[in-house]
């Protein structure tokens, strides 16, 4: 797990060692165990290293081949690298060390582009070819994690962070107003497009070439993978899959085990962190586990089950691990925002600064920690959101009935006075369509209610389960921490994609046969957070957890924070946001948002995603000196 940088000058002139120190000096924190630069003529890679596999030198980045052709920058891990290497040796490679990053250097070298779907794991690389003066990039199928690219000038950069493009003073700060309406509509940026104008994240699942030799070199990219969710032909029975999805998670934990450092797991009062935390817990002993909760004193209504620990502490107990937790105040949101904003470069799905304390916890005992993210958007762990759309007639009808779910943060009726300063003529149209775009790829039939559904769990894998993944990304190597996601396994996505619908949720029979006449909110029956989701995962998972846990509603990780703003942090609230010098109001009305801020400060409307965004976006326009 480390940081990658690079500068490629497309009109031949060579490149600064100094810049690219620049580079690789913004993104530190992601490799503190060492550095590397290689630099010839127009190319430059550098590298930041977090040594987990082969901690000696043999496994420096950047790595080049025993011929000198080849040379790679890469971040991530490769889990079946090992199976690789006996491939690549009977080929005729030999090894100089124990790496992964060798068996992904020659894999390359064999297969080019094709090696990219024979890797199992999380990755982004950069591979220079010194013979055909071409320069591909890459990203793992999921978009664990991120690597970003910018042209300036006659330049082009890439790294693991923006900061990275930054460093250069050759690159111009301005803000991308599309993506700014995009994040204020969704609480996300569902596109490549990020905050800073002419950065661009490269989109999972893809790769991007540049060829040196053409009489005008770009960077072209394609597509090699993508999700598909869809019913299987001939659906084995129901202890067939179980016994299926049991083989398959344990493989992927315990194949994601393997460190030559100490590693440790997070775990939450929930079904998924508890379940990895079980397999990993029996290959270690006294395995270390962390918990972050929340101080409720002072929370009310549905916040009041916020707090997970005694859930945590109960399994910790059962699966004996050495458990770790941190309770969360109102003030630590406040005190972690400008390190936050920092670090995230960018803010993405939900309030983010519980994970940058959970990572900072798990940091201080290990160097790896395994994370359950992905259970959810594979399983159907949201059946109140994908049920909205699962009876429309048509794809247009579902997409009106899913967007409309997902404008997060602005109401319709003001959106076009929010965006005044920076807009004349917003439209709801325009966000709309860049949430039908999502689809564009994966335009298959719709006739039953689970081929909507099917349709709503390939939207937020794109999307909710991408944001959660860059979030994750940034805030655990902000700490010099590996996160693993055993979920997002090869072989256990391609399971989760052809397991039918009815063995995810429990209720959609019901939904389907709803009765329009019924008396009272079916909202409140259909549309709330129940434990109907993840039915073939809470069934597999019922032999490593307690049933309490396995049969238990969904619970996010969310803190308190609709009481905290309007409570203890209604000063920062008011300070950050109402006050005569917010630079939020350089791009938003300040008329408007502030009554929609005073709707939550009065108790009359729950507003607290909005809030959260303000302030995350308030702190980045400080902290990037936008």
Not at 333 to 354: D, F, I, N
Not at 357 to 368: D, G, H, I, M, N
Not at 523 to 531: D, G, L, V
Not at 583 to 595: F, G, P, S
């Amino acid at each position: 797990m480390c940081g990658i940088a690079g500068q490629l000058n497309l009109d031949n002139t060579p490149v600064s060692n100094k810049c690219l120190e620049r580079m690789t000096d913004a993104i530190a924190h992601r490799g503190p165990d060492g550095q590397g630069h290689w630099i010839e003529g127009e190319i430059g890679l550098g590298h930041r290293r977090l040594a987990i596999i082969d901690l000696s030198q043999e496994a420096s980045q950047p790595m080049v081949s025993t011929d000198s052709r080849y040379i790679l920058s890469y971040n991530g891990e490769i889990y079946n690298f090992k199976k690789l290497r006996i491939e690549l040796e009977s080929k005729g490679y030999l090894f100089r060390s124990n790496s992964d990053t060798e068996v992904v250097l020659y894999s390359l070298i064999e297969w080019r582009e094709e090696a990219i779907l024979k890797f199992n794991g999380m990755f982004a690389l950069s591979f220079w070819d010194r013979k055909e003066k071409s320069l591909l990039l890459a990203r793992d199928r999921y978009g664990i994690k991120p690597l970003y690219y910018a042209t300036s000038g006659t330049s082009f950069f890439f790294g693991s962070e923006q900061k990275a493009i930054l460093s250069q003073s050759s690159f111009d700060r301005s803000i991308n107003r599309k993506a700014l309406l995009e994040y204020f509509t969704f609480q996300n940026i569902f596109t490549d497009q990020t905050l800073i104008d002419g950065i661009t994240l490269l989109p999972p699942g893809h790769y991007g070439k540049i060829d040196m030799k053409m009489k005008t070199p770009k960077f072209e990219r394609r597509q090699y993978w993508d999700f598909s969710f869809c019913e299987p032909g001939k659906p084995a029975s129901h202890m067939e899959y179980v016994e299926e999805l049991d083989r398959l998670f344990r493989n992927s934990v315990n194949s994601q085990l393997v460190s030559d450092v100490e590693l440790g797991s997070y775990l939450s009062g929930g079904m998924d962190s508890g379940s990895i935390t079980a397999i990993a817990g029996q290959r270690f002993k006294d395995l270390k586990s962390f918990t972050v909760g929340f101080d409720l004193s002072s929370a009310s209504g549905i916040e009041l089950v916020f707090d997970e620990r005694q859930a945590a502490e109960a399994m910790s107990a059962e699966f004996k691990t050495e458990h770790y937790e941190m309770v969360l105040k109102a003030g630590d949101m406040e005190r972690c925002l400008p390190k936050l904003a920092w670090h995230l470069e960018e803010p993405r799905v939900g309030q983010s600064y519980p994970n940058f304390y959970a990572s900072k916890l798990a940091s201080k005992f290990v160097k790896v920690v395994l994370s359950g993210a992905g259970g959810d958007e594979l399983f159907g762990g949201y059946p109140w959101r994908y049920y909205r759309g699962a009876t429309s007639q048509n794809f247009d009808e579902y997409i009106d009935e899913y967007y409309l779910y997902w404008q997060r943060l602005i109401p319709n009726s003001v959106i076009s006075n929010v965006f005044a300063p920076i807009w004349t003529d917003v439209k709801d149209v325009w966000t709309r369509d860049i949430f039908k775009d999502v689809f564009s790829t994966h335009e298959n039939e719709l006739n039953t209610p689970e081929d909507f559904i099917n349709h709503s769990l390939y939207f937020e894998s794109k999307t909710f389960l991408h944001g959660l993944l860059v979030v994750e990304d940034k805030l655990s190597m902000a700490h010099s921490l590996e996160s693993r996601v055993p979920f997002l396994d090869n072989d256990l996505v391609d399971f989760a994609m052809s397991c039918p619908v009815n063995l995810k949720l429990n209720n959609l029979g019901e939904v389907v046969r709803l009765n329009e006449n019924e008396v009272g909110r079916k909202s409140s029956k259909y549309f709330s957070k129940t434990n109907d989701g993840k039915q073939i995962l809470r069934d597999a998972m019922s032999n490593y957890i307690p049933k309490c846990v396995s049969k238990a509603a969904k619970q996010g990780f969310s803190s308190p924070d609709a009481s905290w703003f309007k409570g203890e942090s209604i000063d920062f609230v008011r300070n950050s946001l109402l006050s005569n010098d917010a630079r939020i109001y350089e791009l938003l009305d300040r008329t408007t948002v502030q009554n929609l801020i005073n709707e939550h400060l009065s108790g009359t409307r729950n507003r607290r995603l909005l809030i959260w965004s303000l302030l995350n976006v308030e702190s980045f326009l400080h902290e990037f000196d936008m």
